[in-house]
């Protein structure tokens, strides 16, 4: 399979015009995971649709005894000023095989229901002796993929990522965003590369919170919510792990 039969599935018809778009598919630190639960749980976004495929691992994730598909999409209402989130979320990890196409039909979808915007929460792996000397401890980066979206970046004050790599859904991303003048924005917190990372995940909440206004959401209790999020999101991953040697059981990966 060539990652082509990805497809879309709405389960409710909403009008996304204009809405800003959050990719929560795990990244480093689970900081995009962590953060598309938040912005679920306190905006109270309804369900909304799934994203699915044969490929997409064999398993129902069952919340308040309704099954839930592996890719998920939530959206909420409209803002007092129009402004409308909608997020991508999912606990389980990509292949490199897939990341493009997922990446591409997420982007087909957005410019297809017209949305303004893609951002992607992103944990940042530093090297200390770079952190210490360069005193970004604490620091969200940003980068985009059109003029207009950097310009953004620049009025709300958040740092530009000026080299590096980013990689995963949220780097093909950009990639698909420049090509076809679509704004993709991605905010980089410091993260550790092996647990989930709450820490980082309120860091880049609180600037999603600065960057997307008329989105009324209380910024105070991040930090302990997010350890929340990480606490649950980590249990589902432990729940998912294969036994070794049991080759019965579905593979815990996205998707094997």
């Known amino acids: 399979m060539d990652g082509n039969d990805i497809r879309i599935f709405e389960l409710k018809k909403k009008d996304l015009r204009g809405a800003t778009i959050i990719d929560g598919f795990p990244s480093v630190g689970l900081v995009s995971s ?44 409209k803002g007092p ?60 980066f940003g980068i985009a993929s059109t003029p207009r979206a950097r310009e953004l970046l ?46 980082a995940a309120a860091l880049v909440l609180e600037a999603i919170d600065k960057l997307l206004l008329g989105i009324d959401f209380d910024a105070k209790p991040l930090f302990e919510e997010a350890k929340r999020i990480e606490e649950h999101i980590r249990e589902i991953q432990k729940q998912a792990v294969v036994k070794k040697g049991d080759k019965t059981a579905p593979r815990p990966e996205m998707y094997g």
């Open 34 to 77: 962590i953060s598309a639960n938040y912005l679920i749980k306190v905006l109270k976004m309804e369900h909304i649709g799934i994203m699915d495929s044969p490929q997409f691992p064999t398993v129902s994730l069952i919340r308040d005894a309704t099954p839930l598909s592996p890719v998920r999409i939530y959206a909420s209402d």
């Open 81 to 140: 000023r129009g402004d409308q989130l909608v997020a991508f979320i999912s606990e389980f990890q990509a292949p490199a095989n897939l990341i493009r196409p997922i990446s591409r039909v997420l982007v087909d979808w957005a410019v297809e229901q017209r949305c303004r915007m893609i951002v992607s929460p992103e944990g940042l792996v530093l090297d200390p002796e770079i952190r210490d000397s360069a005193d970004i401890s604490d620091v969200v």
């Open 154 to 199: 620049k009025e709300h004050g958040i740092r530009q990522f000026e080299e590096g790599v980013i990689s995963g859904v949220a780097g093909v991303l950009l990639n698909e965003g420049r090509k076809r003048d679509f704004d993709v924005v991605t905010l980089l917190a410091e993260a550790h590369p092996d647990f989930p990372d709450a820490k």
